[in-house]
């Protein structure tokens, strides 16, 4: 069966330093990988999505199929990237699976 | 201005009774989704619909129905028979099913009383 683990409730970190949000899955097919955040009061957008290989924000994240995880990362955080953040996976005659979420909390 | 619109913001349920949830895209997506946000518990679905007219059940369906007679529209009710109905719903829609270009509503936080 297919599954996101975000093995995070909450992360905290202070301005400045590296941040990395875990996601690991469970599929045995060709998988699309997806980070949503959440900002307070705002609506679920797309950060990432794995084939696009972009950086956005700051944050990338790396498909690695050999770990199946798809963890996303920061070299230095900033307090407006306090918010909510979803790992979701695709894939062939599914609709999204999403992980429980971890809130990031960038402290000053 | 192209996105997909819920309403209320705000549903207050007195136990017994049923609520419906309204979501409306414009963005001509054949494929609309309802999920269930719960702290601790991510997203989780409650029913997609692929195409007009057509509906399937999610992971965590019971309790709740829907509809989509018009491409545009795919309400959600929440019936009586959902136990746990306070939560947060959110409404999404894609370009088809199977393209993870999802769009998200604002949402409706629904609370029993």
């Known amino acids: 069966a297919q599954r996101v683990t975000q093995p995070e409730k909450l992360l905290s970190v202070f301005k400045g330093a590296p941040v990395e949000l875990k996601c690991n899955y469970s599929?045995?097919?060709?998988?699309?990988l997806f980070w949503y955040v959440q900002y307070s009061r705002q609506r679920l957008q797309l950060l990432l999505r794995?084939?696009s290989r972009e950086s956005i924000k700051g944050f990338t994240a790396d498909l690695n199929k050999g770990e199946t995880s798809f963890h996303l990362k920061k070299p230095f955080a900033q307090e407006e990237d306090s918010a909510m953040y979803y790992c979701?996976?695709?894939?062939?005659?599914?609709?999204?699976?999403f992980g429980k979420g971890t809130r990031l909390l960038v402290k000053p | 201005d192209g996105g997909i619109t819920q309403s209320p913001k705000y549903l207050f349920r007195k136990e017994g009774q049923n609520v419906t949830l309204s979501c409306e895209q414009n963005?001509?997506?054949?494929?609309m989704y309802w999920y269930r946000q719960d702290p601790g518990q991510g997203l989780r679905l409650i029913y997609y619909s692929q195409i007009v007219n057509d509906f399937q059940k999610g992971d965590i369906a019971e309790g709740y129905s829907v509809s989509r007679e018009k491409k545009e529209s795919f309400p959600l009710t929440v019936t009586s028979a959902q136990k746990n109905p306070t939560a947060f719903y959110l409404c999404?829609?894609?370009?088809?099913?199977?393209?993870?270009?999802?769009?998200f509503g604002s949402g409706t936080r629904l609370t029993v009383v």
């Open positions: 979701a996976l695709g894939g062939q005659g599914f609709s999204f699976i």
């Open positions: 794995h084939i």
């Open positions: 599929y045995s097919g060709s998988p699309e």
């Open positions: 963005l001509n997506h054949d494929a």
């Open positions: 999404a829609s894609s370009r088809q099913w199977g393209n993870y270009g999802y769009t």
